[in-house]
């Protein structure tokens, strides 16, 4: 079975912090995503990564920024935390783009509260 | 740009049946994800469809109609564990774009 692993289930900073949220996958999957997930909107794409030292834009990257220096671990940043980045932030690994069947896996999610 | 609608609420009892619907309107098609996320959980993949038709899997099923931008999850002989949200997901290239989930909730 495919494992994702988010470092942190629950997160309290501050507003101005740095704040880096780490996600390791043990299948050696090509492609890797950080979602954020808020009541009635759903999950919404951040930043998603296809290879190592890659890295796309997703719906919402204000604010955020991402790191993939190994294909295992795709770490998510948030420069200057902010109140309205208080979210549910998933991270999901996917084999590659080339299996199109083949589903994104979800960690367990990194409860995050700004104050 | 990415329009996914479904309900956002269900609730149905114990050993009935249960179909959500899901609509869409998409740059790109390459499938049509359904995951089941319980509350506090992560998402898990329920099924995939990429042609047109139905797809069963024991008590799921799963429907797509491209030409119509339209599809369904299919929930039999429904249990109370089967309360949780739903999220249909379009794939389109390397990005999966979510609808805003179904709330089921299964009563005895």
């Known amino acids: 079975d495919v494992k994702v692993t988010q470092s942190s289930r629950y997160l309290v900073k501050r507003t101005g912090e740095k704040v880096f949220l780490e996600c390791v996958q043990d299948?050696?999957?090509?492609?890797m995503f950080w979602y954020r997930q808020d009541p009635g909107l759903g999950l919404r794409l951040i930043y998603f990564?296809?290879?190592?030292?890659?890295?796309e834009k997703g719906d919402i990257p204000e604010g955020y920024s991402v790191s993939r220096e190994k294909k295992e671990r795709f770490s998510l940043i948030l420069e200057s935390a902010s109140t309205n980045q208080t979210s549910m932030y998933l991270c999901?690994?996917?084999?590659?783009?080339?299996?199109?069947?083949?589903?994104?896996?979800f960690g367990d999610g990194t409860r995050l509260s700004i104050l | 740009g990415q329009n996914i609608d479904q309900p956002t609420e269900m609730t149905a009892t114990e050993g009935a049946i249960v179909q959500i619907n899901c609509t869409y309107q998409?740059?790109?098609?390459?499938?049509l994800f359904w995951y089941q996320q319980h509350a506090g959980e992560a998402p898990t993949f329920l099924s995939y469809?990429?042609?047109?038709g139905l797809e069963e899997k024991g008590r799921f099923s799963s429907f797509l109609s491209r030409s119509k931008g339209y599809s369904y999850l299919l929930l039999k002989e429904l249990q109370m564990k089967d309360s949780a949200s739903y999220l249909c997901a379009v794939l389109n290239d390397y990005k999966l774009s979510f609808g805003a989930g179904t709330t089921v909730t299964v009563r005895a």
């Open positions: 299948m050696d999957h090509e492609n």
């Open positions: 469809n990429v042609l047109d």
């Open positions: 999901a690994s996917r084999r590659d783009r080339r299996y199109s069947n083949q589903p994104q896996h």
């Open positions: 998409t740059s790109g098609f390459n499938g």
């Open positions: 990564s296809y290879d190592v030292k890659m890295k």
